[in-house]
């Protein structure tokens, strides 16, 4: 999946404004410009790091449901964006 659906309200009403480093930017932007990180312990179909906004960003079923700080993520979750980090 490169694109999304939709966006959730959770999001677009609260997290994204609390949790993003540029809240300007929009999520959808922030996910398209994501790259893919493969984690097993987030409930997501698929979830993409976005660095100049430093969140983890999860999609499921078409809908970004809800995007991470990245200063707040479990240990492997960190240690995805850890890794990402040192390809970019």
Do not use: K
Request: charged share 30%; with cysteine.
């Amino acid at each position: 999946m490169s694109g999304i659906e939709r966006v959730s309200s959770h999001i677009e009403e609260t997290r994204w404004l609390q949790r993003s480093d540029d809240p300007v930017m929009s999520p959808e932007d922030a996910w398209m410009d994501g790259v893919p990180l493969h984690v097993h312990d987030l409930e997501a179909d698929e979830v993409r790091y976005h660095r100049h906004t430093g969140t983890v960003l999860l999609c499921r079923n078409g809908t970004l449901v809800t995007v991470v700080d990245e200063d707040n993520l479990r240990p492997t979750t960190r240690a995805a964006v850890e890794f990402r980090r040192d390809q970019q």
